[in-house]
């Protein structure tokens, strides 16, 4: 197994109206390239996250920082470095956490919510608190389906509505 070290360089997409950070690991060689976040095309992040809104699916990257301001929704990863073996969370090692105080100085989080298990354990270990582990949508977890997707991040919308 081939690892490569890397840096988190996207930037977080919040605002101080954001009441909801939904984190993820680290961005993928996909998101990497793009520059951000769930970036793979099979990726159904956007997709999911857009049915549970209500909106149209964003195709931007402009609309997808749309569709998270809009709905009070904070973006970033756990991770502001790692080495990784292409996008396989479970290879992460050395990981280095980013600092989420960045965003919890500047908006009022009432919940974070990560985009599978390895985020939750990672933020929990770094933080000591608390999330909700949300299931991956990424293409490797295809025994997750996008009904089911949906289902379990309607929880982001009840929280957005209080």
Same mark, same amino acid.
Request: aromatic share 10%.
């Given at each position: ?13 919040? /605002? ?5 950070? *939904?984190?993820?690991?680290? #961005?993928?060689?996909? &998101? @990497? ?34 569709l998270l301001l809009t709905n ?12 990784? /073996? ?5 290879? *992460?090692?050395?990981?280095? #956490?980013?600092?989420? &105080? @960045? ?13 599978g298990k390895t985020a939750a354990?990672?933020?929990?270990k770094f933080t000591g608190k ?33």
């Amino acid at each position: 197994m081939e690892f490569s070290h890397i840096s988190h360089e996207i930037e977080p997409i919040f /605002s101080k109206d954001s009441r909801i950070l *939904i984190l993820g690991t680290i #961005p993928s060689p996909k &998101s @990497r390239e793009q520059g951000f976040y769930y970036g793979h095309p099979q990726n159904r992040f956007w997709s999911v996250l857009s049915a549970v809104l209500n909106f149209s699916s964003p195709q931007s990257i402009d609309e997808k920082k749309q569709l998270l301001l809009t709905n009070h929704i904070a973006l970033w990863d756990v991770l502001k470095s790692c080495e990784i /073996s292409g996008a396989a969370d479970s290879s *992460i090692k050395n990981a280095v #956490p980013n600092d989420f &105080s @960045r965003i919890f100085n500047s908006a009022e989080i009432k919940q974070v919510f990560t985009t599978g298990k390895t985020a939750a354990k990672l933020y929990q270990k770094f933080t000591g608190k608390e999330c909700i582990c949300l299931p991956s949508p990424s293409p490797a977890n295809c025994r997750v389906s996008f009904e089911e997707l949906v289902t379990a991040y309607e929880q982001i919308k009840r929280c957005i509505e209080g």
